[in-house]
């Protein structure tokens, strides 16, 4: 069973700036698409981000287009998402989630594993 954990959540300033981790168990990191997705209070889970296995392929939300930025360590079997300029409207729970095959990443049925979540707070 693959497990996610995330942190690096928090209450931040709007303008200021977060670093997400999502470390995974096993020895196959590598070989999944990795994904963030955010939930609001009263809203559907939404995309953020998208890395491929060996991160030569990245994708975004456009709400975070040129703002956030994710990146992966396969030696750590760690996904990261660095949370620049960032806006009330950001506030969320952040999930990172694992995908087997590489196919409709921006869609969370199509992942497989996901971690708890971390709350991200921005206040105005």
């Known amino acids: 069973q693959v497990q996610l954990v995330e942190s690096g959540g928090g209450l931040v300033q709007a303008g200021g700036s977060l670093r997400l981790s999502c470390e995974t168990s096993?020895?196959?990191?590598?070989?999944?698409?990795m994904g963030w997705f955010r939930q609001a209070p009263g809203k559907e889970r939404e995309f953020v981000a998208a890395i491929t296995q060996s991160g030569g392929s990245t994708y975004y939300a456009d709400s975070v287009k040129g703002r956030f930025t994710i990146s992966r360590d396969n030696a750590k079997n760690t996904v990261y998402l660095q949370m620049n300029n960032v806006k009330p409207e950001d506030t969320a729970v952040y999930s990172c989630?694992?995908?087997?095959?590489?196919?409709?990443?921006?869609?969370?049925?199509?992942?497989?594993?996901w971690g708890q979540g971390t709350q991200v707070t921005v206040s105005s």
């Open positions: 096993g020895r196959t990191f590598s070989m999944y698409t």
């Open positions: 989630a694992a995908q087997i095959i590489h196919y409709r990443y921006v869609d969370p049925a199509y992942y497989n594993y």
